[in-house]
């Protein structure tokens, strides 16, 4: 889904949420852009420090990569789905 309808505040306050890898810790890690479904400019959630981008794990088509937001309080049934 959309980061601006699930964490919206990521946008309207520019609150940031702890966000990591749940699995594959081990991998080599790449700077990404960590986007959502809409076509909108503002559908991504940034990260100051690294000016727009963030690190994750490589992508391996063979293994998935699972990614945890943390701290988000009433957000959290919204990320549920």
Not at 40 to 65: C, G, M, R, T
Not at 67 to 74: K, R
Request: hydrophobic share 30%; with cysteine.
């Amino acid at each position: 889904s959309s980061f601006i309808t699930t964490l919206p505040d990521t946008w309207a306050i520019n609150k940031r949420f702890i966000m990591l890898p749940i699995n594959r810790w081990n991998s080599s890690y790449e700077r990404v852009l960590l986007g959502g479904l809409t076509c909108d400019s503002d559908d991504y959630y940034n990260s100051e420090q690294h000016i727009n981008a963030i690190y994750l794990p490589k992508y391996d088509k063979e293994k998935p990569l699972y990614v945890g937001f943390f701290n988000t309080g009433a957000y959290q049934e919204t990320i549920g789905g």
